[in-house]
């Protein structure tokens, strides 16, 4: 029989098949759509380009504005941006949602009673020169690197050339402080050599605490590409708790808090006992460095040698690195020997991990060491890159220098010259600029929340673009006190309801992102320009022209310090006919390009550290420029991607190979600095016996402000949780969602528990993230901080977690 | 249906054996089509928030099924019937606003990445692959195939649509959830230059490489081709020009 079943199914295929083609071929026409209604929506839509308003990532994207609704309707990743090269993560995708949260401040709000009650912008402006006039040394402001820099600019010209005062600090203080100190320290001048391209070149990536797959996560994406081009690249996770980082991970090497210190330290100790170190590279561009005595560490140290660093590093054994660390000793050897290779470019990523560190200066000027010690520097792919966590926390807290120790351009107060020179750029009187350093964050709030009989002389404090009583550790200490003394006031700009405006004596309504012009500067060095696209809600205001129209209430009471040395006014800017225009009256501000006017005058600052910037109108055609940007000999601007480098950068002279000319000994050589390893301030022992770690999560920014109001972010990660290892949940008796106290010596927080959730911690070990204003992971942080740069350590501290007491039900 | 090369055996052998065949099947397939039928609607356990759960072991973890979250259309009739891939005859006119709606309703704005109707492992993002590299329907419920090139990290743009954590959330109200936000909907149809004509594409085709993700024989219907055997789509569609995303003219100051 030869009709078999196979023969069967054979010939229905066929005829099904044949069947189908006819009706393909000879079928009705598909119904037309009506072309005039199709896609209309679509045409009426406006794009236009903006960095994104999260992260110091600095992705572009394109932005959707509704031509008829005015308003932003659509987010696309922009195709054109080197950084992100069209992608986004899921808060860029949402980020145009910021906008059009229901509780947006509209209107300024003055505290009566318990109450908030409105008041006119007027009314405010008034109330706050009021108080500067009467104590214009006893004020203080606190920015962060979400300023634009032109914002950031007009703060630090109005504190320091205007007052002449330098209590102005950025919460980036809280952020990457200890990098810049860092970089100062070794390099002579601040910000990373290399940039993103490093990402695309390196074989082996090392993340020392750092956790990019939720932080930075383009830039994650961007290594996991190469690895799905069929690139090898090793990724080496040195951190206390296993991420999303850590899955993709070649390596995860946990170590004890704090001990990061020793593990470098290790490494350097094996490329010498080795003999494995660049000897060429470290006796062409190297010297040595040291702190006299580690317990008084300062930014400058003591000259120290070879011999003298060889013999320092000789305790720190791979043996007793593994003691100090948990690291085993083979891995230690196996991270100097990676480092001792010539042939492999090597590339360390940081962020929080080594900058929130009571030794954070420390471990930074050891990463940058070994780097240099093993000559893994100056080559694309060899570098070692901090990466930044606000949008322009290097371009306006690190470069505007809106720290309290800090002019424009990596100038100081406490040299004369670049006093001198700021005074002349701002035209200022000689001696205007008070030489004495502010203080930084952690002593201003400090200052803020002593009474003022007590020597707390921080009377009035403005806070622009950023939520303390969220994000400032061991809130107990250094913001709730202030609250309850009477005399201390309390002025906060924001765009919604924080737990800083909560306990504001005025709040102000401001503009968010593409309501305004804005330039942002991120991670790589990258100065983005924007345009204002859509009007701000009710009455809320750039930033810019709150502190403009304070500076000019001021100036028209005659307050001296608001004119410069030909009594004009300090942001006087005037059009075509020679007439001033009056940018602090709301209705005239947008009749020119404030950010423009301030970003000519801020770009003279520039050059001094060789951070050259362009002309505003080049970063208007660009997706954005990496600095230094020169102009070449036919009139174009160049950017730089490898600094101290010859092949990019075209300040080394020819023929230095490698050049480092701000060396802090004038010999073009980066410093080696020792650091040994110090304990963390606290340790958990019998009472306290849990570390605790804070930290951020993929959906949400920082305090939760903005992200918190896109349903898509919310949803997906609702609210913070305290992160448990199953083993101690199941010591203490406690289940997953159940609700704990978690506490330490500073305060106490009922959360919930998540075992098995976003990340692992290590037994022994619990994390909460900090971006929940309802669950303040900050009541319980500690206030120590770093002694150079004064970054406080989030990252560590010792807690216990009890099971909620049950209540009777009476 | 012919059978020629049986010259050995009798034709009326042949057609008898073929009826029997043919009876035989058409039996089967109303069986299996009343089976079908009479399949109870299936819903699957949702991840319900709620008081805490005791702790579970990582063994138990790891063997806890994908719970679909209350986003997830559950119904599962047609659970035991096959699906066979089929393209529609004609364009399903009827079907696009609903189709284009049931999209809307995962995306923030027309053109944002789509949020997760299900939970996924919140620690790493290696399975989801798995099931979304080739797609498969399974009664209603549908795994896309990535309308983009092969990126790892797809929890990066992609989240949970629902709460995945294990405790409710707690003072809801003192932060409020609704925006105002307007989105860009969704696109209706391309433009055709005449009737007849291949409509232009309505959207925007960055991240979008793989049209068969939404016009394939998964898509929704109403967005399906009508002939996915010619699969070179940009043959005849071409991108808008008005959708590359582009500004037209950048402002100077």
Redesign the interface.
Known sequence: ???DRR??IK??AL?AATTMAA??AY?????????T???S???T?????APCRFCGTGCHV?V?V?KK?K???????D??AEVNK?????KG??V??I?????RLTTPMLKKGDKHVPITWDKAIQIIADRIEAHPTQFAFYGSGQWTIPEGYAAQKFMKGGLSNNHIDPNARLCMASAVTGFVSTYGVDEPAGSYTDLDKANVIILWGNNP?EMH??L??RI??R??RGEEVTIIDIGTR???ST??ATKFLQFKPQSDLAIANGIAHLLLKNGTYDKAFVKAYCNFRKDADPKKPTLKGVKSSFEEYKKLLEPYTPEYVERVSGVPSKEIKYLADLFGKRDIRITSLWCMGMNQHTRGTDINRLVHGIHLLSGHFGKPGDAPTSLTGQPSACGTAREVGTLAHALPGGRVVANQKHRKQSEDIWNLPHGRINPKPGYHTVKMWEKFSTPSDKGGDIKTLWVQVTNPGQSLPNLNHLFFPSRKLKDKFLIVSDVYPTATTKHADLILPSALWVEKNGVFGNSERRTQQW?KMVDPPGQARDDCWQIIAVAHNLYKRGFKGMMDKDKKFLFEIRDKNNQIIPIWDWSKYYTV?VD?HLFEEYRKFSRLKHKDLAP??EY??ARGLRWPVVQQKDGTWRETEFRFAEFDDPYVKQGKKIQFYHSTTKDDRAQIWFAPYIAPPEVPDKEYPLWLCTGRV??HWHT?TLT????????????A?VEMH?DD??ALK??????VVVESRRGSLEI?????????PEKGSVFIPFFD???LANLITLHDYCPISKEPDYKKCAVRIKRKPIRSKS | ???S??N??DWRK?VS??AV?ILALIVFFIGTRQQANTVKKHTLNVAQSG????????TQ?MNTPHQANSNMQNALKNYAKRHVSQSP???N?SAIPASLQARGKRR??????P?IPHAVN?????NCLSCHQNGFKLGERVAPVMSHD????C?????????????P????H????????????E??????AY??AP?VI???T??RTNCLSCHGALGKPGLRS??P?RSSCTQCHTP?A??D????T????
């Open positions: 029989m030869s009709f023969t069967f010939a229905s005829t009706k393909l079928g009705e026409a598909p119904n037309q759509p009506d072309s209604k199709a896609s929506n679509t045409t839509i406006d794009w236009n380009k394109m959707g509704d609704k308003k932003v309707v659509a987010i696309a990743g195709k054109k069209g992608l986004c993560c899921v995708y949402h145009g949602m906008l059009y949260g229901r509780d797959a996560p383009v994650f994406s996991l590409s690895r799905a296993r991420t999303r899955v993709h345009f390009n423009k505003y109108d208007v055609k993929l959906e939760g918190m109001r896109v349903p898509q972010l919310r949803r997906a990660m609702p609210q949780y199953p949940a199941k406690v289940s997953n969602g159940e609700i919930p528990v998540w075992i098995d959730g976003r990340a692992k204003e309802r669950l | 249906m012919t059978s090369s049986s050995t055996l042949t054996v073929l065949v008081p805490s759960k005791s702790a579970k072991t990582y973890l005859k004609q364009a006119q923030a704005y027309a053109g944002a990445p949020t919140q620690q790493s993002a290696k092969y990126m790892s990290e929890t990066q743009c992609h989240v949970v649509s629902q709460s995945p954590s294990p405790a959330e707690m003072g809801a003192l932060i409020p959830l609704a925006n105002r936000f307007e989105p860009l909907k696109p209706v149809g391309g433009l055709r009737p007849g409509p309505p959207h925007s960055h991240m009508t002939h055997e808008s008005t959708l995303q582009s500004p037209r950048l402002r100077t100051p």
